[in-house]
């Protein structure tokens, strides 16, 4: 009878190490199942950016406002005066005319923001011997006008107005009148200024001048600078300094000149339109 309690005391721990074994199993195969996962989740960062970059958050990010871009120089209408380069406002342009200006025989449209305006007035040539302007260069001569350039006397200026240029295509139609860089130049009767205008490629810094009675243009070229003060539609008096003597637009460097030109105005008074006359026996005063 004693041996029985011995054989269930050997059955009832062998059952507990088998609960023991298989608990250890389970642990283990949890642990298992553990183990393939990371037990914290890694956040996801920003890809790397360059050195000194502002991050801007989504929600702060700057909203865009739809615009048109702004009117270029060349979207004005057609047919109004060209371009000065004193008007901040953009004009449109006439068609190119016969510029009547030009030092060393160039084409001389200038160059005004983007977009081409004509450099100087259009100007149509008299026939020569039976001038229909003789009668307007003996209305103006009769004037006395002040020559132009200050210390040059009538006896010292040379008459050029039918002189070739642009390769015999056409005639200077203006004479120009030599002096040293910076000599004042000087309104040559009473007026105003019709047009204070910059040509690149011609005239350069040039000045357009009505008469009292705006039915004549003077046209003054290759400055070196306007006088201090100067503006579109102040009055002029005889005699005024208006500018200086220079080279700029197309002239020789080497050979600093007042360009002068008169012109007749059609009835719409245009200033950079007309019909050319000859200054030099207009300045001789005959």
Request: charged letters at 20%.
């Amino acid at each position: 009878m004693a041996a029985r309690p011995a054989r269930k005391s050997g059955w009832g721990q062998a059952l507990g190490w088998f609960v023991v074994l298989a608990a250890l199993l389970l642990g283990a195969s949890w642990l298992l199942r553990q183990a393939g996962q990371p037990l914290i989740q890694p956040r996801e960062s920003a890809p790397p950016t360059d050195a000194g970059a502002v991050q801007t958050p989504i929600s702060q990010a700057p909203r865009q406002r739809d615009s048109a871009p702004p009117p270029g120089p060349g979207d004005a209408a057609a047919g109004a005066a060209p371009e000065s380069v004193l008007v901040s406002r953009t004009e449109a342009k006439p068609p190119a005319p016969i510029a009547i200006d030009a030092a060393g025989g160039a084409a001389h449209a200038p160059i005004t923001g983007s977009a081409a305006a004509p450099a100087e007035p259009t100007a149509t040539p008299a026939p020569h011997g039976d001038d229909p302007l003789a009668e307007d260069i003996a209305r103006l001569a009769a004037r006395r006008l002040t020559l132009p350039v200050r210390g040059v006397g009538a006896g010292q200026l040379i008459d050029t107005y039918t002189e070739a240029r642009a390769g015999g295509a056409r005639s200077h139609e203006a004479i120009d009148i030599m002096a040293p860089a910076g000599t004042p130049v000087l309104a040559v009767e009473d007026g105003r200024v019709a047009r204070l205008f910059f040509s690149q490629g011609g005239g350069g810094i040039t000045l357009y001048q009505f008469d009292p009675d705006e039915q004549y243009a003077y046209y003054y070229a290759h400055l070196e600078r306007y006088a201090d003060g100067l503006r579109d539609g102040q009055p002029l008096r005889r005699g005024q300094v208006i500018g200086y003597v220079g080279a700029s637009g197309n002239a020789n460097p080497q050979a600093p000149h007042l360009h002068f030109a008169i012109f007749k105005l059609g009835p719409d008074k245009r200033w950079w339109k007309g019909e050319a006359l000859n200054p030099y026996p207009v300045l001789r005063g005959r």
